[in-house]
């Protein structure tokens, strides 16, 4: 990060959307060779059994799986240069159908859980790093190690157990049947759908079912929140320009407020975008603990069919979306940060 | 640098601004007490420039930061440092804090990391003025501010930049120039060209010179080099191993040095003339346990039996200024026996500590 | 061994209050699972598989009572057992992963940065990308991969997962361990050793090495808690170890959240506090590190200073 009169913002964007193509190339070529170079036959592991020998050497040859390694390599990457990420094998679908049947799910669960997290995991941080070693500070620490330390299926099976009948919160799916079938689909986002419908009974069936898997998940990276936010803050309040801030006798609220909250919440940006990955592992479990019909949710049934046609294109996806996401927080980490865009 | 002996411009003008009477800070460890300033007196008047000098670790910056409250977790100090008729030391760390910024300035050594990296130039003169003066309109904030960075030689057009787009000499004049703007009676300066090279040094230099000019400002200047004292300072004290050994005019001091501590720190300035390198051998005592007597004797040439068993007085010097040394005097309370040079084998022992 | 005692004491003698404490409690609570893992057989009142005892079949979703103190699963496993069990799980796991990630990561970290060039930048590119990618993705993927692949036996399920842990964490030892050798080959006893014709082996392994291992432990704890949970997860997901093959908490917490609308607590909430216990120790035990070395964190316990009265003639 040189000081030179070329580094300006859409210069910056430029360059590191470029970077995006050689790191996803790369991740592309770990998944298929991992998934590839795996023992066994993917085609008689998903459909053996169900079909006879003639007809599976039938789907090897359609699938391309006996044509030489480095072709059906070539063949991965230019079908996904065009955004096709393969059928599954099972129930022979396209993967891009699945993701948008069930991407949807997945997505208002994360976003929801996220913003959750955001806003009761920053103001928690900021707290317990400005009052360090204070009674809040232990209390909100030992919070935020709990909440990571509780695996997401155990707080699911709690709030099951013990909060989802008093409070009448339903524990399995994102509605009711009826909602799904009255609600009409027009973004394959059940949560933005239902408000297009309008019906407030269907609005409120939907944000009930969405309020302790949001909850749960949101938990987790909380803690994740919590901790980061803490450590900035005591190292930005330790930094020689809030020294100086407070040697110029600005009032103490200000010192922390502009100088310390402010600067220690830039790298947290940064770091949002590999909370993304946790997020997204976190999703499998929370779907798989609420029955939500998500991403995650169908990964884990596919796994369990064996399904490598499967679960190779929506890791695939994944992946991608990994890469586009830290795209992004880069980006918006150069809106707000003078010196990045140098 | 050579050290030029120049008169600079003496304004007495009778009541300090502030006075320090025997002040002392202390910072805890893991070891015990670090005794970083332990006893030190001295008066600024108005407008006057007091250079401070010693070795690194004597503890003249932690007497800066002492006196403007800028401390450690831990730290203690004590003594009474009258500021505008006021007793600082004693008061409530609120009105304490008040004072900061428009009565009590504070200049860093290292300029790269006192400018928040995320705010521009303008948004910290902005915040520092709207603190201190509530009812500045916006222009009169840009007014003052941009007559304070034209007195430091930036360009009115930078006003708007972020500090990252400053070179260092250029970013230790903004920080000069956000001291002054809020025109404080008494501002340290904690070694502000020590990071800066010496093209830069010497530009930075001009600048405290001419503050007494420019805002009136009685400046604590905290240094290791000599130099920079003759250059911009009216007195000079200078420090070892937590005390004030010697304090006076430049000229007195320089000229006629009298504790053998400013005598070899002068020896071993270099100048144009030098023919060989000065040094003086061992290193600072340790703080947390210093040595008895005088604090130099176990360094000092000229120590006597005296020097390292009983503690110096603090003398007037002939001209004016105070100095604390043996040799000095006073001779009627050296027991006797006490004007034998002390034995050598304490230097290697001292050393070796 | 004086010294060995005072470096090991230096995490207590140089933190003061809270980090203290939790270095204390964390290390407290993570020695009594381990305690637990080692004396199973005898700290269990049943095996993790039993579902008799003398000849006499255990009942099914039993309510904890005085023969089953925290009551049995619908499996007819008594819960109790099974949560002492699953601790020798987690811990045989964890070691495992660790020692796999240590004999892979730590060579390949020392090969990659002594010898740089290309093979150095293929495996940091390989690194990289496995380090971006969702961890648990990552480890779902390996155990999809390695269950049913491995030869057959009691432990067979315990080593995919332990493998598909360590593919997560490797990519840490090597990132770690690669920077370490590129800065320590610099220095000058290296330079040394080259100079009188030591051979890269040797210089690996007698200067390189000993410098590099350091960093183990450190990563390790950092990376214990989240391997417990990653282990739950699989475990909950139904990928890897077998009811029957080991105690598991994640497997039985899958089991036991069909209870959870019933009233039937006791089969979740045991297994699910042990894995938050264990967990909240190792984190303990990390951050009480992570504050101890970490400078920008760290608060020394500093001495109170006491102004002495001052003497007559200063």
Known sequence: ?342 | MSVEFVEPPYVDSGEPVISARDVRVWYGTTRGAIRAVDGVSFDLAPGETLGLVGESGCGKSTLGRGLMGLLPQGAKRDGEVWFKGREILGMKAKDNYRLRGHELGMIFQEPLTRLNPLMRISDHFEESIKQHDPGATKDAIRARALEALRLMGIPPTRYRSYPHEFSGGMRQRLMIALALVLRPSFVVADEPTTALDVLVEAQIVQILNDLRRNFHTSLLLITHNVGIVAEACDRVAVMYAGRIVEQGRVTDVFENPQHPYTRELLRSTISLNTTGLNFIPGSPPDLVDPPDGCRFHPRCPDAMAVCATKNPVTLDRVGGGRVECWLVGPHEQIPPGGTQPLKQEELAVADEA | MRKVFKALAKPFTETAGLARWMLVIGIVITAVFVICAIFAPLLAPYGFDQTSADGVQFVKREAPSGDHVFGTDRLLFDVLSRTIWGARTAIEVVVLSIVICVFVGVPMGLISGYYGGWLDRILLLIMDALFAFPSFLLAIVFAFLLTNKLPSGGFSGVLAVSLSLSVIYVPQYYRVVRNTTVSAKEATYVEAARAIGASDFVIMRRYLFGNVVQSVPVIGTLNAADAILTLAGLGFLGLGIQSTEAAEWGHDLNRALADAGSGIWWTGLYPGLAIVLLVTGLTLVGEGLNETINPTLRRRRLLPVVMTPREGDR
């Not at chain 1, 790369?26 to 053996?48: E, H, K, M, Q, Y």
């Not at chain 1, 209390?139 to 699911?156: E, K, N």
């Open chain 1, 1 to 342: 990060m040189t000081r030179s009169a070329s580094g300006s913002l859409p210069r910056y964007i430029l360059q590191r959307t470029l970077l995006v193509i050689p790191m996803i190339w790369v991740i592309l070529t770990l998944v298929f060779f991992v998934l590839r170079v795996a023992p066994g036959d993917p085609v008689s592991a998903a459909l053996g059994g169900k079909l006879d020998d003639e007809a599976l050497d039938q789907r090897r040859a359609a699938l391309g799986f006996d044509r030489p390694l480095i072709e059906q390599y070539w063949d991965y990457l230019s079908s996904v240069a065009r955004l096709d990420f393969g059928t599954t094998f099972s129930d022979n679908q396209s993967v891009l159908h699945v993701v948008r049947d069930n991407g949807g799910a997945t997505l208002s669960l994360t976003i929801v859980a996220f913003i959750i997290a955001l806003m009761v995991g920053v103001p928690l941080g900021l707290v317990a790093g400005r009052y360090r070693d204070s009674l809040p500070d232990v209390l909100i620490r030992l919070f935020g190690i709990l909440s990571y330390a509780a695996p997401i299926f155990f707080v699911g099976f709690l709030l099951q157990a013990y909060l989802a009948k008093p409070l009448g919160l339903p524990t399995s799916g994102m509605a009711t049947p009826q909602t799904i079938f009255n609600v009409e689909e027009h973004t394959h986002i059940l949560l933005i759908d239902v408000f297009l419908n309008g019906n407030s009974i269907y609005i409120e069936d939907v944000l009930k079912h969405l309020i302790l898997p949001a909850t749960t998940l949101g938990l987790l990276i909380c803690g994740v929140f919590i901790r980061l936010v803490r450590v900035n803050i005591l190292q930005t309040m330790q930094s020689d320009y809030v020294e100086a801030a407070e040697a110029r006798g600005l009032a103490r609220r200000k010192v922390t407020w502009r100088h310390a909250f402010r600067n220690a919440l830039v790298p947290v940006i940064t770091v949002i975008g590999l909370q993304f990955a946790l997020l997204l592992g976190g999703a499998v479990l929370t779907e798989s603990t609420f029955n939500w019909p998500g991403l995650g949710q169908k990964l884990v049934d596919y796994i369990n069919d064996r399904d490598y046609g499967a679960v190779q294109g929506i890791i695939t996806i994944f992946a991608v979306a990994v890469v586009l996401i830290s795209l992004l927080v880069d980006i918006v980490n150069a809106l707000i940060d003078p010196r990045v865009r140098y």
